[in-house]
Structure formats: C-alpha cells, structure tokens
C-alpha cells in the first residue's frame, strides 16, 4: 500500500470528524468520524512499515486532535483543523510510507 492510502484516511478522519460535529451539533458524531479515520490510518501505517510506526503516527495524529482545540482558541476552528492536518498528512508521508 502506498503512503498516500493511510494519509488520506488521517486527512478524512480530522477534518471529517471535525464536519460531522460542527454540522450535527454533536461531539460524539464527530469522534465516531475521528475514530473511523484514524483507525483506517493505523491499519494502513501497519502494513507499510509495523506496528511501531503505526502507534507513532496514530500519537502524532490524536496529539493533532488534541492540539487543535489550543490552536483554535489563538486562530479560529477551521484554520486550526486545516493546520493540524496539514501537519499530519506531512508526518504520514514522510514516515508511513512503505519501506523502501
């Protein structure tokens, strides 16, 4: 599996999650798509390069999460999502890619 799959699913689950809640209203919602995302990452970063890696890059994508609710108090909610996940899809590139 290329390296793109599991970004792809990263990207989805944060700003996917993010959508969800905003437009339904409920946090839970968004999680569910949070959770969907991020555990479609972790299988992919398996398969590419172990479960190691895999735990890494899902830290690196719930700090993300995490980080963006600090962000969003200093730059607005959608600049925050988008910057985290920009974050993330750069660390998935560059280490969840298949091993070369």
Not at 1 to 17: D, K, R
Not at 34 to 39: F, I, P, S
Request: charged fraction near 10%.
């Amino acid at each position: 599996m290329n390296a793109l799959v599991p970004t792809a699913s990263a990207t989805a689950g944060l700003i996917g999650g993010y959508s969800l809640a905003r437009i339904t209203g409920v946090r839970a919602v968004g999680g569910i798509g949070l959770a969907a995302g991020g555990a479609a990452a972790f299988c992919g970063w398996k398969a590419n390069r172990g479960a190691g890696v895999a735990a890494a890059l899902t830290g690196v994508y719930l700090g993300a999460f995490g980080y963006s609710h600090a962000l969003a108090k200093k730059i607005g909610a959608w600049p925050s999502v988008l910057t985290v996940t920009g974050a993330t899809a750069a660390a998935s590139l560059a280490f969840g890619g298949p091993k070369k």
